[in-house]
């Protein structure tokens, strides 16, 4: 059964950076648009970054020119750098393929904290 395993969450002030990784184990998602995924506090989950290849990346508004994701096939893994990290940036940061039926059952995600 797939597994996703994330990591690298923490507490930065505003301004901070982090590097988010997402090790995919059980089968490869290396063909399967892979997406970040957050969810604060009272609000849905939401999508924020999603890749196929280098040259195939989607972004959301919130996040457009702060965050960069980034994948390596080879190890089964997918990134989320974050730069210029904001307060509203606060949540359980989550991966998983993108459609549906692709999407292996949710991991424990990775908390991360922004201070003012």
């Known amino acids: 059964q797939a597994q996703l395993v994330e990591s690298g969450g923490g507490s930065v002030q505003a301004g901070g950076s982090l590097r988010l990784s997402c090790a995919a184990s059980g089968r490869s998602f290396s063909s399967i648009t892979m997406g970040w995924y957050r969810q604060a506090p009272g609000k849905e989950r939401e999508l924020v970054a999603s890749?196929?290849?280098?040259?195939?990346?989607n972004y959301a508004d919130s996040v457009k020119g702060r965050f960069t994701i980034s994948r390596d096939n080879a190890k089964n893994t997918v990134y989320l750098q974050m730069n210029s990290l904001k307060p509203e940036d606060t949540a359980v940061y989550y991966c998983?393929?993108?459609?549906?039926?692709?999407?292996?059952?949710w991991g424990q995600g990775t908390q991360v904290t922004v201070s003012s």
């Open positions: 998983n393929a993108v459609q549906t039926p692709f999407r292996a059952q």
């Open positions: 890749i196929l290849s280098l040259s195939s990346t």
